[in-house]
């Protein structure tokens, strides 16, 4: 399984973004997506999940009501959008996929893309 992030720019505060996590390869039937940033100097950190279904989400806190993680089966495609953005959320973005069900924990997660920057001024 591959998985493709892509998306990222510059962008000023109170902007928005819209990421893309695209997976090719072997799918799996039942799998959760999640996206993880990590700033400089910073661990790697839970943003936002989404199960299979769609049915189900996770947001950490500091996103809630600013992102809205959805995804297309039919295009293997997960997305995030970011709006709203502040300057704390200037990192990279990384998405991720997991059969370990909606986790936040990122030991769980076992496909890796290879990250999107995200940079937002004030």
């Known amino acids: 399984v591959q998985l493709q992030a892509s998306g990222g720019g510059s962008v000023q505060a109170g902007g928005s973004l819209s990421l893309s996590c695209a997976a090719s390869g072997r799918t799996f039937s039942s799998y959760v997506t999640g996206w993880f940033c990590q700033a400089p100097g910073k661990e790697r950190e839970f943003v936002a999940a989404?199960?299979?279904?769609?049915?189900?989400?996770d947001y950490a806190d500091s996103v809630k009501g600013r992102f809205t993680i959805s995804r297309d089966n039919a295009k293997n495609t997960v997305y995030l959008q970011m709006d709203n953005l502040k300057p704390e959320d200037t990192a990279v973005y990384y998405c991720?996929?997991?059969?370990?069900?909606?986790?936040?924990?990122?030991?769980?997660?076992?496909?890796w893309g290879q990250g999107t920057l995200v940079t937002v001024s004030s």
């Open positions: 991720a996929r997991t059969t370990s069900g909606l986790s936040r924990e990122r030991v769980l997660y076992n496909y």
């Open positions: 989404i199960s299979w279904s769609g049915g189900y989400t």
